[in-house]
């Protein structure tokens, strides 16, 4: 498809719609392809033409040089994609004449409307498309986006990704798209400028409807309801509008519900400032309505006005869940639960988000450190598809001239540090590889791994990442309790530590893909440990950073500790019987006291029922996991589920060898946890489904009673 032949309707219209009328006789094919930006859908004679929402996915369209960024832009990004889809019409089709219809909205191409991270405005909804009918004799017709495509305003006043959407049902035309309709109204589009990106067929799962729920009334006061759809979801309300022309209908969305249970909280999904919620001026008679082009982070809504929700479509990206987990302790079993909702929630467009409701944003942080999660729990055929895509848009948002992996992807503003979320650019693809046994992830990122690389040493004083961009972050860890911004452990210490993985990481992958590594680099890794270990180890105490926030256990991972540096993270553990670790030390410190053989320890720390704790989400009614351990923010943040991958390699003991990829070869070994009874579940890999249940006989050992 070429990116050229642009259409659009007036600037002032958030959603134009449009239609062309072509005749054809004999159709034995008929293929469309098309791109409508923000957001489209289509329409042949009045049918709506696929299933997927949200489309095209989301990408870096094209330079946000100039763009306002909270975060500061101080170089060209490394590439622009914009998505096309391809349709066969061919079913749709009719002797004689046939309407083509398209719907426009903003999407995240044009954000009318912005609380978090900046403004990104790249243009006003447009369209392009190419149709190629070919007749039963082999010959062909051809149509394409031009002034012979007529325009028009839709019912859709109003739509925005973050605040939700204002339709006037009165303006809808039932008929707009069939070959009937009244053209009262209809005007040329117009020619404008092309975006300045590559256009690329769409290869990637596509955000749909994926169930409907059936909320329950909880309060009712005359024309205001409040409703629970039992579950923190992402998607939209169903709701009946009642035909008393003129009056408005009001779906407001959120977590949580203020004490007295009669009032929607906002504060977890951006505050009064940023309320989703959709608005419907009736028309004449009853109509079954919902947005179009935004989806919604919640569980309760509020209805207000003269309507009444008939269900609540679930929407995300469209992957299979492919995995099970239950075991004898409520909270293990809980946290399997809770991530899988909350990483499901945080998939549109083809990209692990943060959150589905305030920032909605790919940070490459929240991404990476859930990435082998997500890979191994879901399913491996469209997750892998999925991380492909996403993959890609870490590539285009590097800086062009540095390498620098920016805190988000596609970019749209966001901070972050250099380490944990720049480091993304090399522990997915490796996290591809030992979960898929697939090395082409990784062949395509090296040389960029390489710049990365580089990039973080020339932010190193003395060996030790010291900062990023000025005016910006440099976060260490996140999240970690009590206070989300302000971790004891040094942030240089933690972006040194994934400078050190990156470095290893190089080495390694070279021999595997048989490139020469940089020359220097084995030396630049040696000097860069020697210096963390000078700055941070405490040869008295035997701890780093004083063990603060799990830092024993970065120090562990990397193979710089002593034996006193395990015994004091075992000891620490031990007295605090809490977590006090962020988004990226708390899988850490647990899989690295797995790996010490002490599970039970482990264990304690994943189900303890401290105030800061997986069990503290679970009793507050809690269904998906929270941004902080205290719930003062985000209630459907995947960060912390990073952990549930233990759940499968740790208490169900299914393991790979370390240098091992695939799962084509494999142990099952449970950890042997005496607080444990039995567990059981499954993993779909890429070479089959291993399932492994286990229980304890009459003697109280551990017997594994089932397994491939």
């Not at 926030?549 to 193979?559: C, E, K, S, V």
């Not at 304690?604 to 929270?626: I, N």
């Amino acid at each position: 498809m070429k990116n050229q032949h642009w259409i659009q309707g007036d600037e002032h219209c958030e959603s134009p719609l449009f239609r062309r009328s072509f005749c054809i006789h004999n159709p034995a094919k008929a293929c469309l392809e098309i791109c409508g930006l923000g957001f489209f859908q289509l329409y042949v004679n009045g049918q709506r033409v696929g299933t997927e929402e949200m489309t095209p996915a989301f990408t870096n369209y094209s330079s946000v040089m100039g763009q306002n960024a909270t975060y500061p832009v101080w170089e060209e990004r490394g590439g622009f994609r914009t998505f096309y889809l391809e349709y066969d019409l061919l079913p749709y089709l009719r002797e004689g004449e046939n309407v083509l219809g398209m719907q426009l909205g903003n999407g995240w191409y044009h954000q009318t409307r912005r609380k978090a991270e900046g403004d990104f405005i790249f243009g006003f909804p447009k369209l392009r498309y190419e149709l190629t009918v070919t007749r039963q004799d082999g010959s062909q017709a051809f149509w394409e986006s031009d002034v012979k495509t007529l325009w028009t305003e839709s019912e859709i006043i109003e739509n925005n990704l973050f605040y939700g959407e204002t339709h006037d049902l009165r303006k809808i035309r039932e008929d707009w798209c069939l070959p009937s309709a009244s053209l009262q109204g209809w005007r040329p589009a117009k020619k404008c400028p092309a975006p300045v990106t590559r256009l690329t067929r769409q290869d990637c799962p596509p955000d749909q409807v994926i169930r409907t729920l059936t909320p329950s009334l909880v309060f009712s006061q005359g024309e205001r309801q409040i409703y629970d759809c039992g579950e923190n979801i992402t998607g939209w309300v169903n709701v009946l509008c009642q035909g008393q022309e003129g009056r408005e209908v009001c779906i407001r969305h959120s977590e949580n519900l203020k004490s007295n249970g009669q009032e929607l909280n906002f504060a977890s999904t951006g505050g009064e400032e940023q309320i989703q919620q959709d608005r419907y001026i009736c028309a004449h008679k009853e109509m079954l309505v919902h947005p179009k082009f935004c989806w919604h982070g919640f569980r309760y809504f509020e209805v207000s006005g003269p309507a009444a929700p008939q269900s609540v479509s679930v929407v995300h990206t469209s992957i299979p869940v492919t995995s099970g987990f239950s075991c004898s302790d409520p909270v293990l079993t809980w946290l399997y639960q809770a991530y899988i909702r909350t990483q499901l929630n945080n998939l549109h467009g083809c990209i692990p988000s943060d959150c589905p409701h305030r920032e909605r944003l790919g940070y490459t942080g929240d991404g990476q450190v859930t990435a082998e999660t997500a890979m191994m729990l879901l399913d491996p055929v469209e997750t892998k598809r999925m991380y492909q895509k996403w993959m890609q848009d870490i590539l285009d948002s590097r800086g062009a001239e540095t390498g620098h992996i920016p805190h988000t992807a596609p970019f749209m503003g966001g901070g972050g540090g250099p380490g944990g979320w720049g480091g993304a650019i090399f522990l997915i693809p490796m996290a591809y590889y030992r979960t898929y046994g697939d090395l082409s992830l990784l062949r395509e990122c090296y040389p960029h791994i390489i710049k990365w690389l580089e990039y973080m040493e020339s932010r190193s004083e003395n060996h030790l990442v010291t900062r990023e961009e000025k005016g910006g972050w440099c976060l260490g860890d996140w999240c970690p309790p009590p206070s989300m911004e302000h971790p004891e452990m040094p942030p240089a210490f933690v972006n040194t530590y994934y400078y050190i993985k990156g470095m290893r990481c190089a080495l390694e992958a070279s021999q595997w893909l048989g490139i020469e590594a940089p020359l220097g680099l084995k030396d630049r890794l040696a000097a860069t440990e020697q210096a963390l270990k000078e700055q941070y180890y405490d040869p008295h105490t035997g701890s780093f950073c004083g063990g603060a926030n799990g830092a024993d256990a970065f120090a562990l991972d990397l193979g710089l500790g002593t034996a006193q540096t395990r015994q004091n993270l075992i000891r620490r553990y031990k007295e605090k019987r809490c977590l006090d670790t962020g988004i990226l030390g708390t899988p850490l410190l647990l899989e690295t006291l797995f790996r010490e053989e002490e599970a039970a320890l482990a264990y304690e720390l994943m189900t303890t029922r401290s105030a800061l704790s997986f069990a503290t989400m679970m009793d507050a009614g809690a269904t998906t996991l929270w941004e902080t351990w205290s719930g003062d923010a985000s209630h459907d943040h995947p960060m912390f589920g990073a952990a549930a991958k233990l759940l499968f390699t740790e208490i169900l003991g299914i393991r790979q060898a370390d240098s091992g990829t695939g799962y084509q070869e494999y142990t099952i070994s449970p950890a042997d946890i005496p607080q444990l009874n039995w567990a059981e579940g499954y993993l779909t890999t890429c070479h089959g489904v291993i399932r492994v249940k286990w229980e304890r006989d009459s003697q109280g050992k551990l017997c594994v009673v089932n397994e491939p």
